[in-house]
């Protein structure tokens, strides 16, 4: 059980361009999602916080007009990166977790994007 | 600022060996600390998890030591396999909302 997935799991698009990503909970319903980046070699950054029906909840520093969240339902997030640049290259991980049975976050397997 | 400092920051043990990674917080009102396992290109997996009222959780080969009045608390790895090399991560949460991760270390299990 707790299985999250995210599609794609990796994209490589023109500077300029926007990139979605998906982030599913499986078998569960996620009341809170997380978005995190993590460059390569390092820890993981907390990007934002989305609970289902309401507007995400940026980390100081993440500008919230350049990666679009919406959590429009219990099994479903997805970010998108607008007009991508070489800079947000990076893997993109979002984590799930139900408030509800415990908190625990289950993690994504991860989207490497890669900007050109 | 890193609210969680881990160390170290790479180890190398041979096979059947003990891997100790630690970490420390400042936040006294931190009331979960998981511990991830990472490989590469993928996301991480919970691996163990302890709260402050014990001090020590034992899962497998996994075993959690936590000392609150310390602030710190580590991951044994006992008999360590090959399989076993990996990025392993600390964090910590408050009223199990936000991870704040430490800063990964890496594991080589040697044959």
């Known amino acids: 059980g707790a299985v999250v997935s995210q599609h794609p799991s990796w994209v490589i698009c023109k500077s300029g361009t926007s990139v979605k990503i998906e982030c599913r909970s499986l078998?569960?319903?996620?009341?809170?999602m997380f978005w995190y980046r993590q460059f390569p070699k390092q820890s993981l950054m907390l990007m934002a916080t989305?609970?289902?029906?309401?507007?995400?909840?940026?980390e100081q520093g993440v500008e919230k007009d350049k990666f679009l969240i919406n959590h429009a339902s219990l099994t479903l997030s997805t970010l998108t990166v607008t007009s991508a640049h070489p800079e947000d290259s990076s893997f993109y991980i979002c984590s799930a977790s139900d408030r509800g049975r415990g908190d625990t976050q289950y993690f994504g397997p991860g989207t490497r994007l890669t900007v050109l | 600022q890193q609210q969680v400092k881990q160390s170290p920051q790479s180890l190398i043990v041979q096979k059947g060996g003990i891997s100790i990674i630690n970490c420390a917080y400042e936040n006294t009102a931190f009331d979960y600390f998981p511990w991830y396992q990472q490989f590469p290109g993928k996301g991480p997996a919970l691996l163990i998890a302890?709260?402050?009222?014990?001090s020590e959780k034992k899962e497998g080969r996994f075993t959690i030591s936590f000392n609150k009045s310390a602030k710190q608390f580590s991951l044994h790895i006992m008999d360590s396999q090959p399989g076993d090399s990996a990025t392993y991560f600390c964090a910590a949460s408050e009223n199990d909302y936000k991870l704040s991760f430490g800063a990964g270390t890496t594991v080589t299990v040697r044959a």
């Open positions: 302890i709260r402050p009222d014990v």
């Open positions: 989305s609970n289902e029906g309401s507007k995400a909840t940026y």
């Open positions: 078998d569960f319903q996620a009341t809170t």
